[in-house]
């Protein structure tokens, strides 16, 4: 084979894989997914019926998801006898978002990033930037429950727990946690189920993220212990306020993430500590080609910073453009700069995320 016809291979490849994203989007949004796993194989007729949609198009996803292998078609002699069923892997990380290997609100992040394309397009041309408002809901919500299930599920029983003396300070009476661009609120949610005793403060300038988070508060009944804000935590009343002061996977997001890091470290008591959880990127560039399904991360960091990461962080000016791909070096450096004088990358093994104790 060719050079060139390899390449036309991995393009035709990948348009595949973008096909199977948007295909999953809409099974997602339209509650395709959950359905199926939660009734036994079903008609293109039964599954419209179950979910209040036209019967044409549902027959269409269903056969399109049946070519490509992500549903089993099951007998039937026309194709509207045709049923469809998701086997209990696909059905996991398709349909159960208590798993950690629930990976559909991938496909929404993925069509809220490409949403605003026009306006990225002039930003790459202009050098300005692309706010993170006007990437809109599926941006926002899609990223709050892709991460919901480990903030829910590991955030306070191993990635804090990492911090033994942190991880002691937070069960005891009167401990306070700060989380900064809390978005949706999971995370100080998790904080709260793992310390039943703590207090947790969630700042974010994203107004409609704010409302997402006190009614998933609400919902989980914790809105004794948990305060969401649409507010600047630089306000000096902060001061020397808090334990643990948190910024999990928004640090590269940014403009300023000196002035963010230089407030953390402000924010906290004597003895506390800040965590930061960013993306486990290569400590250097390593050009491809990589394995999408292996260990190497960077293209897919890569992917997310050029349609969204980078153009939200310069959407400010000045701006660090620091973009996805932070490296451990890089955010050390803006660690030093903050006047941090402990910089330590905490023994957590994620595919995705890098954990760091600044003190």
């Not at 393009?11 to 359905?35: C, M, P, Q, V």
């Not at 005891?172 to 995370?187: E, F, L, T």
């Not at 403060?201 to 919902?219: C, K, P, V, Y």
Request: net charge negative.
């Amino acid at each position: 084979m060719s050079n060139v016809e390899a390449f036309q291979g991995r393009l035709l490849h990948s348009l595949s894989g973008a096909f199977d994203l948007f295909a999953i989007y809409l099974g997602d949004r339209l509650g395709f997914y959950h359905t199926l796993a939660t009734h036994r194989p079903m008609t293109a007729a039964e599954l419209a019926q179950a979910t209040r949609t036209h019967p044409r198009y549902v027959r269409e996803w269903l056969e399109q998801q049946a070519a490509t292998g992500i549903l089993e078609p099951m007998g039937g002699e026309t194709a509207d006898d045709r049923r469809y069923g998701i086997s209990a892997a696909h059905a996991e990380v398709l349909a159960d978002p208590e798993s950690l290997n629930y990976l559909a609100p991938m496909a929404q992040i993925l069509n809220g990033v490409v949403r605003p394309m026009d306006k990225l397009i002039a930003a790459f041309r202009s050098g300005g930037g692309v706010s993170w408002e006007e990437y809109g809901a599926d941006a926002r919500e899609g990223q709050a429950r892709i991460n919901r299930t480990m903030f829910l599920q590991q955030l306070g029983q191993e990635w804090i727990p990492a911090m033994g003396d942190i991880h002691r300070r937070l069960g005891a009476p009167g401990a306070r946690v700060a989380d900064i661009g809390c978005g949706a609120g999971w995370s100080g949610i998790g904080v709260a189920r793992c310390y039943p005793t703590a207090q947790v403060d969630g700042f974010d300038l994203d107004e409609a993220s704010i409302g997402m988070a006190r009614a998933n508060a609400r919902d989980y009944a914790v809105t004794d212990r948990v305060f969401f804000q649409h507010r600047d935590a630089a306000d000096p009343s902060l001061r020397g306020q808090y334990d643990l002061a948190m910024a999990l996977e928004c640090i590269h997001d940014m403009s300023n993430p000196v002035a963010a890091l230089r407030t953390m470290r402000r924010m906290l008591k004597p003895g506390g500590a800040v965590l930061v959880v960013d993306e486990r990127v290569n400590h250097t560039f390593q050009p491809g080609p990589h394995d999408p399904a292996g260990s190497d991360v960077d293209w897919m960091m890569y992917g997310w910073s050029i349609l969204c990461c980078l153009p939200a962080g310069m959407s400010e000016h000045p701006s660090a453009c620091t973009g996805t791909v932070m490296r451990p070096e890089t955010l050390e450096r803006y660690a030093r700069e903050a006047g941090f004088e402990r910089f330590e990358i905490l023994p957590v093994d994620h595919l995705f995320f890098r954990f760091y104790r600044l003190g």
